[in-house]
């Protein structure tokens, strides 16, 4: 993945520098560390998420488990590894569905973040394995996003329901609601909300996202980030959290060659795991997260 390229150089070098010492000193380990430190905030890896790694990097690679393993320096790698794994959620956590259909699940992010996209490709991704889903087109701000939504809907092959053309702009609150009533009435198992962003996080489109929430009550809120926003990412994850909250995190952009960091700190700063990630503009280019293979690509 284009996204690590850099950091995972910067970590292949360290551990190459490491490898050549056998057993390691104190020192050793102390400068390590520091270099993983240098190398995750160039990544743009928020700084508290950064220090809390380090730290416990530190603390276990000074303990008994590198002290006494045959290969010091392996030892550490495989530490870092299972924190990498740890940061970015440890287990996969897969999409919740409803206990009754339709699973509601609802998009939230800024403007421009790939959610009408991703509404696509969740589509797809549902549709290959049986479901039915319905896209429910809730951003009538943009003024093409109504469209832009019918276009990934027939690319994905699924079904959407849109205020009709011409009626003004219409209460997205209103087409949520009317959008899940008509799945229940037509038997949709899937009913995927896509809404509003905005450039910037502000209170209009917060307050319309947690209407939307409150009047759908949806089994799955996901935030939709670019993971090339960089250090922006926690800032607007929070006001997201505060202002929508939600149940998972979606990825967007990882095919980009910015540096990562918002992947890295996203789980830490919100305590939400990542559900989804996306690598590029087609409707193929999405797969669930699994936090130990994005943590074998950065090591890779
Ligand atoms: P929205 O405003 O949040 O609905 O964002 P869009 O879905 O319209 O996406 C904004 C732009 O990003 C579009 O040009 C998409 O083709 C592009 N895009 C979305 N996801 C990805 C991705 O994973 N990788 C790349 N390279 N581009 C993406």
Redesign the pocket.
């Known amino acids: 993945m284009a996204t690590f390229g850099n950091l995972s150089a910067r970590l292949t070098e360290t551990f190459k520098n490491l490898r050549a010492k056998g057993k390691l000193s104190a020192s050793d380990v102390d400068s390590t560390v520091r270099e993983i430190r240098r190398a995750l905030l160039e990544a743009d890896v928020a700084l508290d998420v950064v220090k809390e790694f380090t730290g416990r990097v530190r603390e276990r690679a000074l303990g008994d488990e590198v002290n006494q393993a045959l290969n010091p320096a392996q030892q550490v790698v495989q530490i870092v590894n299972e924190e990498l794994v740890g940061i970015l959620g440890g287990e996969q956590r897969r999409l919740q569905f409803a206990k009754n259909p339709p699973t509601i699940i609802m998009l939230a992010?800024?403007?421009?973040?790939?959610?009408?996209?991703?509404a696509g490709k969740l589509a797809k991704w549902l549709k290959d394995q049986g479901h039915t889903p319905l896209l429910v087109a809730c951003?009538l701000q943009?003024p093409n996003?109504v469209t832009?939504l019918g276009v990934v809907a027939e690319q994905a092959g699924a079904a959407i329901f849109a205020p009709e053309p011409g009626n003004g702009v219409g209460d997205p609150v209103q087409v949520a609601r009317n959008g899940v009533a008509e799945a229940r009435a037509k038997q949709y198992d899937f009913v995927i909300v896509?809404t509003a962003?905005r450039l910037g996080v502000d209170e209009e489109l917060m307050r319309q996202a947690a209407d939307i929430r409150r009047a759908v009550d949806p089994d799955e809120v996901l935030f939709?980030i670019d993971a090339m926003i960089g250090q922006d990412a926690v800032a607007t994850a929070q006001a997201f959290q505060e202002g929508v909250d939600f149940t998972g995190v979606v990825l967007?952009?990882?095919?980009?060659d910015a540096r990562g960091g918002a992947a890295l700190s996203i789980r830490s700063v919100t305590g939400r795991p990542i559900l989804f990630a996306?690598?590029?503009?087609g409707l193929g280019?999405f797969e669930p997260f699994h936090p130990d293979r994005m943590a074998s690509r950065i090591l890779d």
């Open positions: 992010g800024l403007q421009g973040a790939g959610k009408t996209t991703l951003d943009r996003a832009q896509d962003g939709v967007t952009k990882l095919d980009g996306s690598t590029g503009e280019d």
